[in-house]
Each structure stands twice: as structure tokens, then as C-alpha cells.
T-cell receptor, first 115, second 115 residues
């Protein structure tokens, strides 16, 4: 059973470009969470999605950031017009259902570097 | 609010024991523990739930004091493979503020095990 897949693993963008990060949850998981991690920091919640629905995007900046989890295909986190402060590791996690009872399984992350 | 972890860092020799603490200001439903090695995904270790239930690795020991909103992770007879950063993530009880699916992580405890 494959784990959570993320690609690309490393992404370099120049300021002003767009970054698209992809996440395929574990088989059978329909709940996806995105987190951002800055160096020497913990993981910060960004957004929680179920298939075709954004449930909670309270941790996501209102400008330039968007997320989706279509009926078919991976979840995508999009960052438009990237700035240097967007440089971070972005992790997605998945779970079979929601709720604090369930563990979230993390993918390997995408390390975004903005030049 | 972010849970507070202590200590921030600990260095052990192989075979020694360590305790990592996690404290929250909110009434909690569950506490989740993860270990992350540098450049890798966080790996699930354990969930401790209100009421005493636990889910996770048999070799990992942890406690959850519901009254004090504190959890401790016990690492005994440490091995080199235990090295990494340990994060606790908390899920608040309904009505305590926050959502029952959103993990709020501490800043982590860096554990180094030397031969």
C-alpha cells in the first residue's frame, strides 16, 4: 500500500513565478491536509480538504495561495507570484476520516526555494 | 495556541532514557506524537486520547494527563535510530476552541543519540 506521494520533491522558482505542489493521498483516504514548515519550526496547518471541498482554509494566506482536491487526481496547492518568504517545506498528510481520533500520514514534502 | 514542548533539545548516549513533554493551554481531545528526521517526512508514533485510549507503536510509551493538558513521551534504552525531532500535535476538545481535525504542532524537541 503506497504511502502519501508528493511531487516535486524540490522546486525552485524565481520571484513572481507560480508554484504548483501535488499530493496523492494514501489509497482509501479522502481527507487531505497541507502544512508548511519553516526551518527549525514546527508544522503549521494551512488547509484541510475533502474530495471537491475545502473544509477549512483558515491557515492559508488569503492572497496568492489556493488549494484544491478534485474528484479525480491529486490535491494541488498553488502559490501564485511567489516571494522569498514562501520558501519552506510543504507537507501534505492524509487520513481515512477526519477527527482527532485518526492519525494523519505525511508525505515526504516539497521543498520550495524562491530565488 | 501552539503547545509548548520541553526540553528544546536533549543529547543522550545509547541506552539512556529521555522524557519529552508537551503542554497545552486548551482542554484537549487528543495528543499526537511524531518523529521527523532531517529532510524527511514526520512519522506517526502515537495518539493519546481523552479517556485513556492509546493508538500507536507498541514500543513507544507515553502518558496523557487530561486535567493538566499535558502529555509525556518516554524513550527508554535509546537507540541511535531514535535521533530526530519529536513533535507533539494537539486536537482540542469540542467547545474549547479550534477544530476537531486540525493538529496544532509544538516547535519540536531535537533528540540526539550518540554511540
Amino acid at each position: 500500500n503506497a504511502g502519501v506521494m508528493q511531487n516535486p520533491r524540490h522546486l525552485v522558482r524565481r520571484r513572481g513565478q507560480e508554484a504548483r505542489l501535488r499530493c496523492s493521498p494514501m489509497k482509501g483516504h479522502s481527507h487531505v491536509y497541507w502544512y508548511r514548515q519553516l526551518p527549525e519550526e514546527g508544522l503549521k496547518f494551512m488547509v484541510y480538504l475533502q474530495k471537491e471541498n475545502i473544509i477549512d482554509e483558515s491557515g492559508m494566506p488569503k492572497e496568492r495561495f489556493s488549494a484544491e482536491f478534485p474528484k479525480e487526481g491529486p490535491s494541488i496547492l498553488r502559490i501564485q507570484q511567489v516571494v522569498r518568504g514562501d520558501s519552506a517545506a510543504y507537507f501534505c498528510a492524509s487520513s481515512p476520516t477526519s477527527g482527532g481520533y485518526n492519525e494523519q500520514f505525511f508525505g515526504p514534502g516539497t521543498r520550495l526555494t524562491v530565488l | 495556541q501552539q503547545p509548548v514542548q520541553s526540553p528544546q533539545a536533549v543529547i543522550l548516549r545509547e541506552g539512556e532514557d529521555a522524557v519529552i513533554n508537551c503542554s497545552s493551554s486548551k482542554a484537549l481531545y487528543s495528543v499526537h506524537w511524531y518523529r521527523q528526521k532531517h529532510g524527511e517526512a514526520p512519522v506517526f508514533l502515537m495518539i493519546l486520547l481523552k479517556g485513556g485510549e492509546q493508538k500507536g507503536h507498541e514500543k513507544i510509551s507515553a502518558s496523557f494527563n487530561e486535567k493538566k493538558q499535558q502529555s509525556s513521551l518516554y524513550l527508554t534504552a535509546s537507540q541511535l535510530s531514535y535521533s530526530g525531532t519529536y513533535f507533539c500535535g494537539t486536537v482540542p476538545r469540542l467547545g474549547s476552541g479550534g477544530s476537531n481535525y486540525k493538529l496544532t504542532f509544538g516547535k519540536g524537541t531535537l533528540l540526539t543519540v550518540n554511540p
